[in-house]
């Protein structure tokens, strides 16, 4: 059995038998100045959900340098690095191939729903198994998350700027008083939405509103959406974005994100700006006098 000992900075591995290993241990070092925020666009990590064919893949095929890892068809009639991505392994094998990659500036997982049923194969067969709940103490279902979140961590910590793109579909959500309401969600698996959305900075919501095709970034009672970028999305006035109109062409649709990432995007509609509720006038109270 090994024993380590810590000496003058050094971790010492010492066996009763074999070479003794010297291992230099690094002084950590804490921030001695505040970061400063990302000021490219493409640097932030997106979940983009919406309505299909209405121009997620030809949007982000404009940030920057852009591979994407297609987990199926698409892309066919656009300019791309595309990559096919039919199994866990082969998305493990792009991971990390993108580590030493300087190339590429932005990662885009195109659907991302199908990920994590891929995941799900692959942990089965690793554990020989049918179905992960075939495995006693949940310990499948453990095994099957401790594998995606490794992964989707090593996806995160690329150094890239990382979309990922999801459909959109309408589904029940119920209150805590046991009330349900509609409401527009990505149709990926409710666990890894729960891992994408508290991962993202920005997730938007890609749809209509009559004609014109929106990107909406602040959620509402119906839609799920919002973005962690203080100071961002603004109006030239300041008031916070809500929909950004995304014109008739992909050039202009990413013109006008940008814009409104910069705060010189003038919404082209009242609707689009969040404005807070108005709140009802307080009704003085009327005191009787007794004589």
Request: proline content about 4%.
């Amino acid at each position: 059995m090994a024993v380590v000992k810590k000496e003058k900075g050094e971790f010492k591995i010492g066996k009763k038998k074999g070479k003794v290993a010297k291992v230099t241990e690094e002084k950590f070092r804490l921030p001695t100045e505040r970061s400063e925020p990302e000021g490219a666009l493409g640097a932030y990590t997106w979940l983009i959900f919406g309505e299909k064919k209405i121009g997620k893949t030809t949007l982000t095929a404009l940030f920057g340098e852009a591979i994407h890892l297609f987990t199926e068809p698409g892309g066919k009639a656009l300019r791309l690095y595309p990559v096919v991505i039919d199994d866990w392994r082969k998305f493990r094998r792009a991971i990390r191939a993108l580590k030493s990659d300087t190339r590429f500036d932005t990662v885009v997982v195109d659907i991302v729903d199908k990920l994590y049923p891929m995941c799900e194969d692959y942990t089965c067969e690793k554990l020989m198994i049918q179905d992960l709940a075939e495995e006693d103490w949940g310990k499948g279902w453990r095994e099957n998350r401790k594998e995606f979140e490794r992964e989707f961590g090593a996806l995160l910590n690329l150094g890239k700027g990382v979309i990922f793109i999801s459909h959109a579909q309408e589904q029940k959500v119920e209150t805590r008083d046991g009330k349900e309401y509609d409401r527009m969600m990505p149709t990926m698996h409710k666990r890894m939405r729960d891992l994408v959305e508290g991962s993202v900075d920005i997730w938007a919501y890609y749809t209509y509103v009559g004609r014109r095709r929106v990107l909406q970034i602040l959620g509402d009672d119906h839609v799920s959406a919002g973005h962690r970028l203080e100071g961002r999305f603004l109006t030239p006035d300041g008031e916070p974005i809500r929909r950004i109109d995304m014109g008739r062409s992909p050039k202009q649709a990413y013109r006008n994100v940008t814009d409104a990432f910069q705060n010189k995007y003038v919404p082209t509609k009242s609707s689009d700006i969040d404005t807070p509720e108005e709140e009802a006038p307080k009704t003085k109270k009327k005191f009787r006098i007794h004589h």
